[in-house]
């Protein structure tokens, strides 16, 4: 079965950086697109980064600049990088793969890891 355990989240100022981690397991890791998503209350869910199987990287406008996605076939984990923290960053992050675009009903999410940007 799947699973995806985020970490790596916590309270920072505006300005500083934090690294999240996700650990995979359950599928062929290397062969799937990952992505991060956050969400925040009275928002929806955003995709915020995509990394793809050949390494590709995209980002939501606002990330860019400012957020790196990497993953790490070995480990079967992704990650990432946030830099210049802003306080409209703060969400619960989740990631997430391309594995279940085959399914969609079946998408499964993990517990997450809560960022909070403040002063």
């Known amino acids: 079965q799947v699973q995806l355990v985020e970490s790596g989240g916590g309270l920072v100022q505006p300005g500083g950086s934090l690294r999240l981690s996700c650990a995979a397991s359950?599928?062929?890791?290397?062969?799937?697109?990952m992505m991060w998503y956050r969400h925040a209350p009275g928002k929806e869910r955003e995709l915020v980064a995509t990394i793809t199987s050949s390494g590709s990287t995209y980002y939501v406008d606002s990330a860019k600049g400012r957020f790196t996605i990497s993953r790490d076939n070995a480990k079967k984990t992704v990650y990432l990088q946030m830099n210049g923290l802003k306080p409209d960053d703060t969400a619960v992050y989740y990631c997430n793969t391309h594995f279940y675009n085959l399914t969609p009903s079946r998408r499964i999410w993990g517990q997450g890891t809560q960022v909070t940007v403040s002063s």
């Open positions: 359950g599928f062929t890791f290397s062969s799937y697109a």
